[in-house]
Nanobody
Framework: VQLQASGGGLVQAGDSLRLSCAAS????????MAWFRQTPGKEREFVAG????????YYADSVKGRFTISRVTAENTVNLQMNSLRPEDTAAYYC???????????????????WGQGTLVTVSS
């Protein structure tokens, strides 16, 4: 499956952004999806995930209550709505897909088989 992330940009603290990840190539509904983020010199960090069958969602503590992950199966898209953005949310954001995701490895980049190219989010104070 090919993933294309979009929606990043430069915003001010407190603003909102919606990132989108468009999937193509294989049956989208067969994949659990997630968003990660990364800043220079740091490891890729889990942000949010959604399981393929249950639709259950999980979030990093740092974004809980501010970010919402959702999928639109008919459009082969997974979105990340980001509200109340903070300067520390500044990062390159990546979407990822896995056919075999389990809860214990949800936050591990190695659990995902496919990655999008990343979209940059910059939050100014």
């Amino acid at each position: 499956v090919q993933l294309q992330a979009s929606g990043g940009g430069l915003v001010q603290a407190g603003d909102s952004l919606r990132l989108s990840c468009a999937a193509s190539g294989r049956t989208f509904s067969g994949y659990s999806m997630a968003w990660f983020r990364q800043t220079p010199g740091k490891e890729r960090e889990f942000v949010a995930g959604i399981f393929r069958n249950s639709g259950r969602t999980y979030y990093a503590d740092s974004v809980k209550g501010r970010f919402t992950i959702s999928r639109v199966t008919a459009e082969n898209t997974v979105n990340l709505q980001m509200n109340s953005l903070r300067p520390e949310d500044t990062a390159a954001y990546y979407c990822a897909a896995s056919r075999t995701l389990i809860l214990s490895t949800l936050d591990q980049p190695s659990a995902y088989h496919y990655w999008g190219q990343g979209t940059l989010v910059t939050v100014s104070s």
